[in-house]
């Protein structure tokens, strides 16, 4: 299946060192891509480049923090010096320091959280778009929440964040589609990471969530990584701007509460 090959891609990927972002890294690796990987800590990533060249892959670990714009520059300059070239750029890299009331949180969650998931979002594509307009195609995908479409207790600042990563793929969607540069946003609903834990494994936040969803469990990370390999193949060359929710059906049942 051609279409869902990535022989000969480049991709990076940001927060790759656990949850999503490695399920992320070691589909596409498996595809065939040379994958960079990038966290905060470089001991982290760099068990899952070497996971991945355990099993036949080619992977770059890299130490960066998104919220610093140096990190990111030389991300994407390491990547290029590397492999030559960045096809596929996955923004999963998020933090949430704050959980409550959105009225409680302080001006320093708040910057850090902006920073983090939107600021950051935004340096990673304005680092990798030029190598991309400079090679004729490329892909951007923006790991957003469906608290970024809906309220939901507790997640305030988070889900503002998110819904700015959402606006943001539309608009370099609508800005990069004449370069043949696809931007896509993969919206997951309550997937089972450590970034998430205190969401499901605390029962009275957990049971009623799982009462609603239609599919009767939460998502594993490796429900994402099926879809971000779709999107970043050449199987979506025609899919842009778009939202692929990926939630068990949380959107449409809170819809319904």
């Known amino acids: ?3 869902f090959s990535l022989e000969g891609k480049v ?7 656990r949850g999503i972002g490695r399920a992320i890294a070691l589909r596409l690796a498996q595809a065939g891509a040379k994958v960079v990987v990038s966290s905060r800590k470089l001991q ?3 068990e899952v480049a070497d996971e991945i060249a355990a ?6 670990a890299f130490q960066a923090h998104v919220g610093r714009p140096a990190d990111v520059t030389a ?4 990547t290029v010096e590397t492999f030559g070239r960045v096809d596929v750029a996955i923004n999963n890299a998020a933090t949430n320091p704050h959980f ?10 708040w910057d850090k959280i902006l920073d983090t998931n939107a600021k950051g979002v935004f340096r990673v594509c304005k680092a990798v778009a030029p190598h991309m307009e400079a090679q004729g195609s490329g892909k951007i995908i923006n790991i957003a929440s469906v608290v970024g479409l809906r309220p939901s207790p507790g997640m305030g600042v988070y889900g503002i964040s998110k819904a700015a990563v959402i606006m943001l793929t539309q608009v370099l969607a609508m800005e990069l589609g004449r370069a043949n540069i696809q ?3 993969i919206v997951p609903g309550l997937i089972k990471t450590r970034f998430s834990q205190m969401l499901w494994q605390t029962p009275h936040i957990a049971e009623p969530i799982l009462g609603r969803l239609p599919l009767g469990r939460f998502g594993e990370p490796e429900d994402v990584a099926g879809l971000a390999l779709y999107l970043a193949s050449p199987a979506s060359d025609y899919v842009t701007g778009a939202l692929f929710l990926v939630d068990g059906g949380m959107n449409i049942a809170t819809a319904m509460a």
């Not at 991709?11 to 060192?17: E, F, Q, Y």
């Not at 991300?75 to 390491?78: E, I």
């Open 11 to 17: 991709a990076v990927i940001t927060g790759a060192s």
């Open 100 to 109: 409550g009331p959105m009225l409680t949180a302080d001006e320093g969650q």
């Open 44 to 46: 982290n990533v760099q």
């Open 75 to 78: 991300l994407v300059q390491q």
């Open 1 to 3: 299946m051609s279409e």
């Open 183 to 185: 931007v896509n946003s």
């Open 55 to 60: 099993a036949g892959g080619e992977a770059l």
